[in-house]
């Protein structure tokens, strides 16, 4: 009698996990981050720019801006000029969503002189766009201007003519 209560009590707890497997799954890789449209910019953005991702949930996509930047010898150096000496851009470019986003954080962290790490913070780990980033860490000034100027600038960097 035991142990048929004992099997019985297995079999339902496995049933139970068997069962939640697809609700935890589909919210997808990472949870419910960002489904709450805070990922895209206020700015309205261009091309690559703070809107929008590239690349897999998983795995290191060859969008990824930390892979793009190896690609991009002249921009590294620029961007490394931009952030504070020593900074290691791989480590600073992963977890945006494209490079763009990364290039505009990094202008806009020198433009207004907003610490690139509480930035980075709230795009990528709380979901803010670029806009609202600002708007959070320096609230005096126009934080649409602000991201749609080093939108700008990032576009023309990434996708010279």
């Known amino acids: 009698m035991r142990m048929h209560a004992y099997q019985?009590?297995?079999?339902?707890a496995l049933l139970l996990v068997l069962a939640s497997g697809p609700l935890a799954?589909?919210?997808?890789?990472?949870?419910?981050k960002g489904g709450n449209g805070k990922g895209s910019s206020e700015a309205g953005g261009k091309g690559m720019s703070a809107k929008g991702g590239h690349?897999?949930?998983?795995g290191k996509s060859v969008k990824a801006p930390e892979v793009q930047l190896a690609k991009h010898t002249?921009?590294?150096?620029?961007?490394?000029e931009l952030l504070p000496e020593g900074t290691d851009l791989t480590a600073a470019a992963t977890g945006f969503k494209n490079l763009g986003q990364f290039v505009a954080a990094v202008h806009v962290s020198y433009n207004l002189g907003i610490a690139f790490d509480a930035l980075k913070v709230e795009m990528v780990d709380n979901g803010l766009s670029l806009g609202q980033a600002i708007h959070l860490l320096k609230p005096d000034v126009d934080a649409d201007e602000e991201a749609e100027e080093a939108e700008t600038e990032a576009e023309a960097e990434v996708n010279p003519t």
């Open 25 to 32: 799954l589909q919210a997808g890789p990472g949870g419910n």
């Open 74 to 80: 002249k921009l590294s150096s620029k961007l490394a």
């Open 55 to 58: 690349g897999a949930k998983t």
């Open 8 to 12: 019985t009590h297995m079999t339902l």
